[in-house]
């Protein structure tokens, strides 16, 4: 399953300009705010759990919330992810990849969640 999102890094400087920290309170917990070194990171990490929850087919809301989300770096600082047990176990999910990328204005995230059901698409004949 794929996802993908573009947030406009004004948007998430807005939203902290007039929040403060608190702003990224709400879509990210301690250890991800720790990472954020500039706002382009902060949009980066906005999108790709758009992307992630995109690609669970639910969306942030109800059933996945931004802070069921983890977002890490490796020792490359090449980010990846990790969803809340409940999600891994619901969806079967047996392997993540995760790439964020950021230009002028925007941020944008890619993600693919492989999982061990087999879904099926209805193609149009």
């Known amino acids: 399953m794929i996802g993908i999102d573009i947030v406009e890094i004004n948007r998430i400087e807005k939203m902290v300009n007039r929040f403060g920290e608190r702003a990224f309170r709400k879509f990210l917990d301690e250890d991800e705010i720790k990472l954020i ?15 992630i929850s995109k ?23 090449a980010p990846f992810f990790t969803l809340k047990k409940s999600l891994i176990d619901k969806f079967n999910i047996e392997n993540t ?23 099926k698409r209805k193609l149009w004949h």
């Open 97 to 119: 990849s995760l790439s964020i990328s950021h230009e002028r204005n925007f941020a944008i995230a890619v993600a693919v969640i492989e999982t061990g059901n087999k879904i």
């Open 37 to 51: 070194k500039k706002i382009e990171t902060a949009a980066g990490f906005f999108a790709a759990k758009e992307a």
């Open 55 to 77: 690609a669970l087919g639910v969306g942030i809301g109800g059933e996945c919330s931004f802070l069921d989300i983890k977002i890490y770096k490796d020792k490359n600082n």
